[in-house]
T-cell receptor
Framework: EAQVTQNPRYLITVTGKKLTVTCSQNMNHEYMSWYRQDPGLGLRQIYYSMNVEVTDKGDVPEGYKVSRKEKRNFPLILESPSPNQTSLYFC?????????????FGPGTRLLVL | AQSVAQPEDQVNVAEGNPLTVKCTYSVSGNPYLFWYVQYPNRGLQFLLKYITGDNLVKGSYGFEAEFNKSQTSFHLKKPSALVSDSALYFCAVRGYTGKLIFGQGTTLQVKP
């Protein structure tokens, strides 16, 4: 089944404790992206990747890192989480960045930083 | 700057009645427009998109959307609402870097 998977689905952590949220897609998509969803703000892009080893900042990149060593994986790293990073996170992928290619979303990771 | 607006935080309709969820956009050039739905504790599911061509786009679960270039709108519609359609709906436009620019979302409540 074609899908985007994320792990973990739920995470409670404390301020400053490094964490990684994994994202993987099995559709051979070139474009991958991370979004965060906050009430009343919709979803905002954190980072994106056009292809392997090519990553760039989205609208809200502060406090996050990413890497794209393999085409299928795009982990999101919070080196020193803070309470304002409490949010619902979505990974997404699409065939490419261009045109009207549809982005497909993972199930989400709900993060609480105490 | 590119942006999307969903003017209603919540839309309430009775089951069996038609529904409309509104979306307006601001982009330069031709827009690529999308609608997604989010059920509680679930990810975003793609409903439909407009790329070019016919202004009436048909999508999943009986939903359709009408692209109106002069009014810069892309309203989501369904002729007969179901209780199971109750969810959070997002309109989005695809930006230059491939990112999706989302509206703030509209909660659809369908009452039996």
């Amino acid at each position: 089944e074609a899908q985007v998977t994320q792990n973990p689905r739920y995470l409670i952590t404390v301020t400053g404790k490094k964490l990684t949220v994994t994202c993987s897609q099995n559709m051979n998509h070139e474009y991958m992206s991370w979004y965060r969803q906050d009430p009343g703000l919709g979803l905002r892009q954190i980072y994106y990747s056009m292809n392997v080893e090519v990553t760039d900042k989205g609208d809200v990149p502060e406090g996050y890192k990413v890497s794209r060593k393999e085409k299928r994986n795009f982990p999101l790293i919070l080196e020193s989480p803070s309470p304002n990073q409490t949010s619902l996170y979505f990974c997404a992928s699409s065939l490419s960045a261009g045109g009207g290619k549809t982005q497909y979303f993972g199930p989400g990771t709900r993060l609480l930083v105490l | 700057a590119q942006s999307v607006a969903q003017p209603e935080d919540q839309v309430n309709v009775a089951e069996g009645n038609p529904l409309t969820v509104k979306c307006t956009y601001s982009v330069s050039g031709n827009p690529y427009l999308f609608w997604y739905v989010q059920y509680p504790n679930r990810g975003l599911q793609f409903l439909l998109k407009y790329i070019t061509g016919d202004n009436l786009v048909k999508g999943s679960y009986g939903f359709e959307a009408e692209f109106n270039k002069s009014q810069t709108s892309f309203h989501l519609k369904k002729p007969s609402a179901l209780v199971s359609d109750s969810a959070l709906y997002f309109c989005a436009v695809r930006g230059y870097t491939g990112k999706l620019i989302f509206g703030q979302g509209t909660t659809l409540q369908v009452k039996p």
